[in-house]
């Protein structure tokens, strides 16, 4: 099973930017879309953000316009870009495959917007 590891998350003042990669152990090829999830505390673990293998993607009306995924399959990453950041934003990220065949959840990255 393919490992996945989230960093660049961090403390970033509202209206700022992030961007936040997931590293894969092996390759992404077969998978046919990998998704960034957030967690706010006391909340349900959300979807965020889908990128397919060829390259369709889909977000949530709270952060389309905002956010951009997208994926490198030669470097076995995907990425989440993260613009004009507010508050609501706050949360652990994780990635993980977008759809049936999902795997464990790791540790996630913490994103903390301050307004």
């Not at 993607?57 to 613009?83: C, E, W």
Request: charged share 15%; hydrophobic share 35%.
């Amino acid at each position: 099973q393919v490992q996945l590891v989230e960093s660049g998350g961090g403390l970033v003042q509202a209206g700022g930017s992030l961007r936040l990669a997931c590293a894969a152990s092996g390759s992404i090829l077969s998978i046919v879309a990998m998704g960034w999830y957030r967690q706010a505390p006391g909340k349900q673990r959300e979807l965020v953000a889908i990128v397919t293998s060829v390259g369709l993607t889909h977000y949530p009306d709270s952060v389309k316009g905002r956010f951009t995924i997208s994926r490198d399959n030669a470097k076995n990453t995907v990425y989440l870009q993260m613009d004009s950041l507010k508050p609501e934003d706050t949360g652990v990220y994780y990635c993980n495959v977008g759809g049936p065949g999902m795997g464990s959840w790791g540790q996630g990255t913490q994103v903390i917007v301050s307004s």
